[in-house]
């Protein structure tokens, strides 16, 4: 299982520490990652109505800022033994700027504390932490909360309902990059499936379903047997193996929060359409997760 041994934070903007940072560092020093930090850089609103001339000045006064309180930190996290890197990056199209970037550095793994945007903001002003769950080929760590700057509790959830290759093949991303952060952090991996077998699962079928007990049995027993398959694989005792019955959306993020659970490690499978407004599982699990997200990315 590949190492994260090259971290990319973006910090936070109002240029302090922050959830995000506690973890990137904590990671990067029990790991001897690199760690690379980046800011965007913005005018603050108040400024935006100057002139040409003034805008410009006022930009690159808060450019050199940013650069300067990068550069301290950069300082404090290479007197730590870190090694670190850092620089701006212009916010008019931040996106393709950070996988830039992240292919320039050969990025394992995007840090970043999480924004909490309205319904009608994600759905019409595409911010940014949307835009990297969507589109970010590389892991993508968003924090909320790092009551324990290293994690020591790691939750895989995987989708085991269907027989489908890109769903197998999004399993098993989502199981090596939670065991390689487990194994990095000494800490202790988790798998859960949720499962909520309804008339809406069996409206996909090819050919009409019967529904019945016998068939929800057979689908959970099937779902139960290639979890442990996957456990197995992976050397997850199955007390640590949860199957529980709920939707996806409800049963990862509170059996995540209700026992304590540092890092979800969730994949995101985007599809146009629909699921622009609505978002996939772990869009809809971002905000109810108290601690933090690692999205791999089909």
């Not at 969507?134 to 324990?148: D, F, I, Q, T, Y």
């Not at 019955?245 to 026992?259: E, H, R, W």
Request: aromatic share 6%.
């Amino acid at each position: 299982m590949k190492a994260f041994s090259r971290l990319l934070l973006i910090c936070h903007p109002e240029l302090h520490a922050s959830a995000a940072m506690a973890r990137a560092q904590a990671l990067a020093r029990s790991t001897a990652a690199t760690l690379h930090l980046v800011i965007l850089s913005k005018l603050p609103s108040r400024l935006a109505t100057l002139n040409q001339a003034l805008h410009r000045s006022a930009h690159k006064q808060e450019q050199e800022r940013r650069q300067a309180w990068l550069n301290e930190q950069v300082h404090e996290l290479r007197n730590l033994g870190i090694k670190a890197y850092a620089e701006t990056v212009d916010e008019d199209d931040p996106l393709n700027d950070l996988m830039r970037l992240a292919q320039l550095h050969r990025i394992d793994m995007i840090i970043k504390d999480i924004t909490y945007e309205t319904a009608l903001s994600r759905a019409l002003l595409k911010p940014l932490d949307w835009q990297l769950l969507r589109h970010s080929p590389v892991p993508l760590h968003l924090v909320a909360h790092a009551e324990l700057q290293l994690p020591t509790r790691v939750l895989a959830a995987v989708d085991l309902s269907q027989d489908d290759p890109v769903m197998e093949k999004l399993n098993t991303r989502i199981l090596e990059s939670a065991k390689a952060i487990a194994l990095q952090c000494k800490a202790q991996l988790h798998l859960v499936q949720a499962y909520d077998w309804n008339r809406s699962f069996v409206a996909y079928a090819a050919v009409p379903v019967a529904w019945n007990d016998q068939l929800l049995e057979q689908m959970t027993g099937h779902a139960n047997e290639r979890m442990h398959q996957l456990g197995a694989r992976f050397g997850i005792d199955t007390g640590q193996q949860h199957m529980i019955k709920g939707p996806a959306t409800c049963v990862i993020s509170d059996y995540a929060n209700q026992n304590g659970f540092d890092v979800v490690v969730m994949g995101t499978l985007y599809h146009e359409g629909i699921s622009r407004i609505v978002g996939s599982t772990t869009e809809q699990a971002l905000y109810k997760v108290r601690s933090s997200i690692l999205a791999i990315h089909s």
